[in-house]
């Protein structure tokens, strides 16, 4: 039987009052005050739910009871909602103290309403396809189902995700749904392999190597490396440098070659192109360039 609070039955008193105060009511004893609200009938039509955000349906109504235990609330809770306790959420609106026989005694006010357990859920990509993954999982799928790693498998091959998935992951998943029976989000479900950027080449010689490059820069107010490889006759020009002399087929410079890198692969199976390393130097005019041993000389 649910009893509703009376007009003449006595007031709540706050915490913050002294127990003092507490035994001058002279309280009789109670029972424990049950409020029932509930928004909506016990059975109710489709159109009486609301759609979240996730896709979910979610039950709008909810129960608020005077309590003493948690443990018993959530018992009265799932008979007077029908609803199996690991369906239940709770928050708790207040606390209180009230004087019972003579003693203080805490009690809460909580309002208890079903999880959502069942609804849509999308399948994420990355904008690099590198990562794949879930934006919520329920316990239940729409049709009322136990999620199990199967459904999840099957919905990640409709999406034709082949690379890299995490069934380790999607297991724990699965395993957290059925102990905790709560969604959960952004939970990951494929991982791709980013491509590897190549070397940059190494300067193993240079007949520029005897200037102080950094005394340079501190004087020209750019590196040196920077007034070698432009293209520009007024930057020559306006940051000049000491002249080099060489015969023709003089070896001026020699550099390991670029490394080309590991290519990736995206969570559909497509292979990412890697990005070679740069070059130390540019040929400029009679300028000869040859591949030889891994090197390259100018």
Sequence with gaps: MIKKQSKNSPKIEKSDQSASEFHEMHLKKMDFEIVKKILSDQNLAED?????????????????????????????????????????RYKIAEKFLKNVDGEIVEFQKIEF????????????????????YFDVVFPKTVDGKETDEEYLLNRIKKKNIKYGIQHEEIKKNVLKLKENYDALKNTIIAKGQP?????????????????????????????????????LLETIKENYFPAKYVSKGELIATTTEPGNGKDGIDVFGNPIKAEKGKLAFKAGENVKVKFKDDHINY
């Design 195 to 231: 491509p590897v950027g190549g070397e940059d080449c190494e300067v193993v010689y240079s007949l520029f190597s005897n200037f102080e490059e950094i005394n340079y820069s501190e004087a020209k107010g750019k590196s040196l490396s920077e007034i070698l490889n432009s293209s």
């Design 113 to 132: 309403r079903r999880k959502l357990v069942s609804g849509k859920s999308q399948i994420e990509i990355s904008v690099d396809k590198l990562s794949a």
């Design 48 to 88: 009486d739910f609301q759609e979240t955000e996730a896709g979910a349906v979610e039950d709008d109504r909810f129960l608020e009871l005077t309590i003493e235990s948690l443990e018993d609330g959530f018992k009265k809770a799932s008979d007077l909602l029908s609803v199996p306790i690991k369906e239940l």
